[in-house]
């Protein structure tokens, strides 16, 4: 009997364990900032003939704006 009532009280343990949830939803708007990065005072190659000195490189999200 005590190992029927172990065994139950594990399986029940399991089930709440793999059915809980593990984040919140998020109440109201979600913020969800994008990302920028700049470089600034950046000499900038477009091809062989034509450079860019002093110049401001803007990338948001992983793509050149």
């Known amino acids: ?29 979600a913020d969800v900032p994008s990302k920028y990065y ?6 900038i190659v477009k091809d062989a003939e034509h450079t860019v000195s002093n110049a401001t490189l803007i990338i948001k999200d992983g793509k050149i704006v």
């Open 1 to 29: 009997m005590k190992k029927w009532l172990l065994l139950a009280t594990f399986k029940t343990a399991f089930v709440v364990f793999c059915f809980s949830q593990t984040t919140f939803p998020v109440n109201g708007v």
């Open 38 to 43: 700049a470089f600034t005072n950046a000499t």
